[in-house]
């Protein structure tokens, strides 16, 4: 079977359609403007400049809505916001928003077309010591190859009472328990793809690093995942195992065994005669 990950542009359509089928986006723009005002506000008090930075910002949705926040809570700032991001076509979207998005003039974008890891090597080579105040990593650990690592480098930019805010799927969730069970059978071996707030939980304990965490409840409709030949629900398939064409190229033991678990009343509830898929995430804000 064919990773997912592998193509980029399958992938980001996919996971489009989970957006335009869950409520993940509008639980974590929610958590910005009811959770996050009170942290942003505690964070650069009275300086004339604040250092903000995305990894992973993907078509900056979240991004601006957390860009809108600080401003609110300090209006006099001019904002400096390191965007890291390695598909071009987030990027195009990204500006698309941006444009259409009044009030962000007090910001300077700067644009990095390229992986955390790559951020991170250049980073370094240009001997860099300008500090963040904060940084967020939304849905974006999955793809590198070493989360611990891709923690602690990004923790070490932060300014004293900078923070980090990391959002991903919550460990106890459905979806992150499908991956883990399966894992074996339906992801590249020795990727990360499979991490989950319970593993970051535990890196971050086991470093005695302080957080605050916050669980974003998200269902996903899946209904149309149970008739074969429904586009939308194969796509959706794809995208819960992350394998490409998951329905055509799995065993049909495989196969029946997967949607077996999407239906069991612990991992989905039916309202309304509508299959709904727990794809809970968690942010957790990371101290410095
Ligand atoms: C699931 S999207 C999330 C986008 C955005 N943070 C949001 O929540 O809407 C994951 C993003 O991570 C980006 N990405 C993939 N691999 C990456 C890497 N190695 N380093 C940084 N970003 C990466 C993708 O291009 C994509 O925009």
């Not at 609110?72 to 071009?88: I, Q």
Request: glycine share 4%.
């Amino acid at each position: 079977m064919e990773s997912l990950l592998d193509d980029y542009s399958k992938y980001l359509s996919v996971y489009e359609m989970l957006l335009a089928n869950s409520a993940e986006h509008r639980c974590m723009k929610e958590f910005v403007h009811t959770k996050l005002p009170e942290v942003l506000a505690s964070i650069g008090k009275g300086e004339p400049t604040l250092n903000m930075m995305g990894v992973g910002s993907g078509s900056g949705e979240i991004e601006l809505e957390i860009l809108k926040v600080m401003h609110e809570k300090h209006p006099d700032a001019k904002v400096n916001n390191e965007v890291v991001e390695p598909s071009e076509c987030m990027l195009k979207k990204y500006n698309a928003l941006l444009s259409k998005t009044p009030g962000l003039e007090h910001v300077t974008f700067h644009w990095n077309k390229m992986t955390a890891t790559e951020f991170e090597n250049d980073w370094k080579k240009n001997n860099s010591d300008r500090k963040m105040h904060f940084i967020n990593m939304i849905q974006m650990l999955y793809y590198v190859e070493d989360p611990e690592a891709t923690i602690s480098f990004y923790r070490s930019l932060l300014q004293k009472g900078g923070k980090i805010l990391l959002i991903l799927l919550a460990g106890e969730t459905a979806w992150a328990r499908l991956i883990k069970k399966f894992q074996d059978q339906i992801c590249k071996k020795g990727f990360a793809q499979s991490v989950n707030t319970s593993d970051i939980k535990r890196f971050l304990e086991s470093k005695n690093i302080p957080y605050q965490n916050y669980k974003l409840r998200s269902l996903t409709d899946i209904t149309e995942c149970f008739t074969p030949g429904d586009l939308k629900g194969d796509r959706l398939l794809d995208l819960l195992t992350e394998v490409v064409e998951f329905r055509k190229t799995a065993s049909p033991k495989l196969r029946d065994e997967v949607l077996e678990f999407l239906k069991q009343p612990e991992n989905s509830q039916t309202v309304n005669g509508r299959i709904l898929f727990d794809c809970s995430t968690e942010a957790l804000l990371i101290d410095a």
